[in-house]
Structure formats: C-alpha cells, structure tokens
C-alpha cells in the first residue's frame, strides 16, 4: 500500500541531498571577502536614506498575513464551483457557511482598524 510513495520519497530525498550539496560546496569554494561596501544596503542604484535594517511596523505584516489568509481561503471556491451540480443542497449550504465563517473574520479585522493603511 506505501509502495506508491516510495517514488515521492525518493524524490523529497533526493532534492534535499543536492540542496545540502549545493549549500556546502558554497560554504567552502565560495569567496568570502566581506568588506563595508558589500554590506552597504543597495537601493537601485540610488544613496540609500537611513539604515538598511530600520524596523516595519506590525501593521504591515498583519496586513501581508490577512491577504494570504483571505487568498488561501478563495482557492477553496474553484472545487467548490467545478462540483457543484454533484454536490446539490448540501454543497450549496456548506460553501454559504463558510462564506459567513469569511466574512466575519474579515469584519472582525476591519473593525480591529488592521485594514487602516498610515
């Protein structure tokens, strides 16, 4: 019954062996000449204004979050609408419930202001 999987496992293995591989052979060939130039945040090609590493606010990420939530979340219509006329009433339902389930989270982060951009 797993013998079907041995080839994805294989595979998985195999792609971790050459990236392991691929890591180390950098670590020990790859030219190391730091210098503060390098470090230097590059800005295309412009004279970058403060430090490369300032802070983000927290908002940014919430809203960066709340968008791969909500996007995640609409994949699950493509199923949903190609199956439908086998999923009858009872597709039709779900899919109502868990657009409500959508919506109050979105009405609960629009109203907790995480969708205010400054």
Known sequence: ???EYVAIGVL???TVLVAVIAIT???FFGP???SARKAAPYESGMTPLGP???RMP???YLVAVLFIL???EVVFFLPWAVSFRQLGLFGLV???IFIVILLVGYIYAWKRGALEWE
């Open 12 to 14: 998985i293995a195999l």
């Open 58 to 60: 927290v908002r940014y």
């Open 32 to 34: 190391r000449r730091p």
């Open 70 to 72: 909500f996007d995640i």
């Open 1 to 3: 019954m797993l013998i």
């Open 52 to 54: 490369g590493n300032r």
């Open 94 to 96: 779900e899919m109502v």
């Open 25 to 27: 052979l950098g670590i």
